[in-house]
């Protein structure tokens, strides 16, 4: 029901940077919120950061002020300007869409996830 197309993962050195796009199409569907997790080896998924349709941000602690998303709203795209790199934010990162026919039925869809890799 919703599509993904994730770009811009990589190997890079601590302390560089990387760009990751999303963008999510539907035929049917709303497309609501967006946002970006990350599942690193033998780690729970967790939340980076979000964006809803009307430019509100949140961001994990461990990220603020280091990553940034925007939003194309009009064409349904996700940003994710990622500085100061650890090795700690290797991840698999996953792009997320609240999509849905209306406003009181919303439902979460997930991209294939495209791999960050922070190593010297």
């Known amino acids: 029901q919703v599509q993904f197309v994730e770009s811009g993962g990589g190997l890079v050195q601590p302390g560089g940077s990387l760009r990751l796009s999303c963008a999510a199409s539907?035929?049917?569907?709303?497309?609501?919120?967006m946002g970006w997790y990350r599942q690193a080896p033998g780690k729970q998924r967790e939340v980076v950061a979000g964006i809803t349709s009307g430019g509100n941000t949140n961001y994990a602690d461990s990220v603020k002020g280091r990553f940034t998303i925007s939003r194309d709203t009009a064409l349904n795209t996700v940003y994710l300007q990622m500085n100061s790199l650890k090795p700690e934010d290797t991840a698999v990162y996953y792009c997320?869409?609240?999509?849905?026919?209306?406003?009181?039925?919303?439902?979460?869809?997930w991209g294939q996830g495209t791999q960050v890799t922070v190593s010297s």
């Open positions: 539907s035929s049917i569907f709303r497309i609501y919120a």
């Open positions: 997320h869409a609240d999509a849905g026919p209306t406003n009181a039925a919303i439902l979460n869809y």
